[in-house]
């Protein structure tokens, strides 16, 4: 997470530079992608480059405290999807979700593939809860009987991730190719299509 900046109460003006650090990361990572300036990010929030350092040590820890409200909705969605329906309409709503928000800014689907490797990153920390609550609905398509029973939630994670990477590069982004690429994926995905490893 954000190491000692969570670990203790802050400040007034040190909680209203916090905040003025996300809402201006959240602009800069809208207009220029997760790889802009972390300079330009201190400059439009008002403070110096180590007061960013201090509240967020790295790039990583910056985009999970601006993901993390979107990450703990969709796996809170996960969870309520599950009593909800058929298990594949509920896999198939929540990663329509997941790939949409994998393209909030450009470069982030490249961020979140990443972190499927490294386990010490803030965003695979933050991810995890989600990435399980999604493999839940996996699972329950599978008893199901209606996704491929050697389909595993990290091999499902990538091809949404590839999916959103596809969509993002497309300009301007056609609304509906997102949805497209993501039914051909299921179509790829069901049972009838499921080939021995």
């Given at each position: ?33 997760v790889?802009a300036?972390?300079e330009?990010?201190?400059?439009r929030?008002?403070v ?9 040590p ?7 405290a601006v ?6 909705a ?10 909800r329906?058929?298990?594949i309409?509920a896999l ?17 689907t ?6 499927l ?6 965003l695979?920390a ?5 990435r399980?609550?999604?493999?839940s609905l996996l699972?329950?398509a ?9 389909l ?9 991730l590839a ?7 497309t ?8 949805d497209?690429?993501l039914?051909?994926?299921?179509d ?10």
């Open positions: 997470m954000d190491g000692e900046a969570s670990a203790r109460p802050l400040r007034a003006d040190a909680r209203r530079n916090r905040a003025r650090l996300l809402a201006e990361a959240h602009a800069v990572f809208d207009q220029d992608g790889t300036s972390l330009d990010v201190a400059a929030a008002g110096g480059i180590g007061t960013l350092y201090r509240h967020f790295t790039r990583e820890a910056l985009l999970e993901l993390r409200e979107r990450f703990d969709l796996t809170a969605e996960a969870r309520a999807l599950r009593d329906g058929r298990p309409d198939r709503g929540w990663t329509r979700r997941l790939a949409a928000a994998g393209t909030t800014y450009r470069g982030l490249a961020a979140l593939s990443a972190t490797r490294d386990e010490t990153s803030a695979y933050s991810c995890a809860a989600m399980e609550a999604g493999g699972a329950d599978q008893r199901g009987g209606e996704i491929r029973a050697d595993v939630p990290v091999e499902l994670f990538k091809l949404i999916v959103a990477w596809a969509h993002d590069q300009a301007p982004a056609d609304p509906d190719d997102l497209r690429l039914d051909l994926l299921f790829g995905l069901s049972r009838d299509q499921a080939s021995p490893r």
